[in-house]
């Protein structure tokens, strides 16, 4: 397969080239689908690469390898059968009477699964602002001291209120405290920002999300630089269960190939959407940390490669508006889940899981590769109905 490591090629040609077949006579451009759930096998089975599909596939590697090529991991991802696995395989790594500090803005499952682990592992959850360098390594210090093992988990753009988080800062902090970093890429995907070598210890993505792009896949996976982490995740995927179906992979591995393009254009649509909305006179507000007065703007600027696809607006008009804009739209496709090559957008609150301190009225929109002049008259309309609802 293609060399991983080689320091010649950019992220948007490795898209496209990590993960192929070796160049052989008639070998095939795309690896292959191996429908199979057993291997041959006699003798101990210790060691050996293949013998149960739940323990490993050669289905899974060509993704393996692409991924921790585009992270800039030394070694290959791990895929799991949703993000949700691969996140739980993360948080699995907190030890017990240990503590996970986590964004109050993370995704929302994300939170009921660290509470989860902290009702059965007696495990300590502490939520902070991860935009608040200051606090949250003052957190990371209270925890340590109290005797944990701290554990941060990073989100940065944060989901769904896009704070941006100084990745550098906060991985020396935690890492002075004896601490482990890990870090969720879905929004940035590893085009915009690489988190291992700004300091995590873990990545997590929703491949289900920008890397796959194509809203037909559920799949997850963890990246780490660490053999003895790598190791124990990868038990964790063996032992729970959460493994990736050969079609999946195979799905995410081709979607992957067009991921540079479709960054790129989303992120352009985004940038022309907010500067857009941020003067609309029927927006109450609007958020996108490539707008200039974002609060982490310069921070973004500084450690991302691109300000992402995502963005979030509050219709004039408050809760009644922003239902009555998602019923008006006719391009836009009200649904959870983003990263599609469709633009989509939903009301957060509408999940009960959300945190309180996510505005009743915000939408979160994930935009896509369409014509950004049919996206905003869509939006417009949308918008105008929203209004006749303000008081």
Do not use: C
Request: glycine share 8%.
């Amino acid at each position: 397969m293609t060399d991983q490591h080689d320091p010649t090629l950019r992220p948007d040609t490795l898209t496209v080239a990590a993960g192929r077949p070796a160049r052989e006579e008639q070998a095939p451009v795309n690896p292959p689908v191996v429908l199979s759930s057993t291997y041959f096998s006699t003798g101990s089975p210790d060691g050996g690469d293949l013998v149960y599909a739940r323990l490993g596939t050669e289905t899974w590697l060509p993704l393996e390898e692409a991924l921790g090529t585009l992270e800039g991991s030394t070694l290959p991802a791990l895929v799991f059968g949703s993000g949700m696995g691969a996140i739980s395989a993360a948080l699995d790594l907190v030890p017990a009477g240990g503590e996970v500090i986590i964004p109050r803005h993370s995704y929302h499952a994300s939170l009921v699964a660290a509470r989860h682990l902290a009702e059965r592992s007696q495990v300590r959850v502490t939520e902070v602002d991860i935009a608040d360098t200051d606090r949250v390594t003052a957190a990371v210090r209270e925890s340590a001291a109290r005797g944990h093992e701290p554990v941060l988990w990073v989100e940065s753009p944060t989901n769904p209120m896009l704070e941006v988080a100084d990745l550098p800062a906060l991985a020396e902090a935690t890492h002075a405290a004896g601490g482990l970093v890990i870090a969720d890429n879905t929004f940035a995907t590893p085009l915009g920002q690489r988190p291992l070598t700004l300091g995590a210890d873990v990545v997590v993505h929703s491949v289900t999300k920008y890397l796959a792009g194509h809203s037909d896949v559920i799949l997850g996976a963890a990246l780490t630089d660490d053999e003895g982490l790598h190791e124990r995740l990868r038990t964790r995927r063996s032992i729970g269960g959460a493994v990736a179906g050969p079609w999946e992979a195979w799905l995410a591995l081709r979607g992957m190939r067009t991921l540079a393009l479709r960054v790129q254009r989303s992120q352009q649509n985004a940038a022309a959407l907010a500067e857009h909305l941020r003067t609309h006179p029927l927006v109450a507000a609007v958020s996108y940390p490539g707008l200039p007065d974002h609060p982490q703007h310069e921070r973004a600027a500084a450690q991302m490669s691109g300000f992402g696809s995502i963005l979030t607006l509050r219709p004039v008009g408050g809760v009644e508006g922003a239902e009555a804009l998602t019923r008006a739209l006719r391009l836009w496709l009200p649904a959870t889940s983003l990263g599609g090559v469709e633009s989509s957008l939903e009301r957060r609150r509408r999940f009960a899981a959300e945190a309180p301190t996510v505005p009743e009225d915000l939408l979160r929109l994930s935009v896509g590769i369409e014509d950004v002049a049919d996206l905003i008259a869509d939006l417009d309309r949308a918008l105008a109905v929203a209004a006749q609802y303000a008081g």
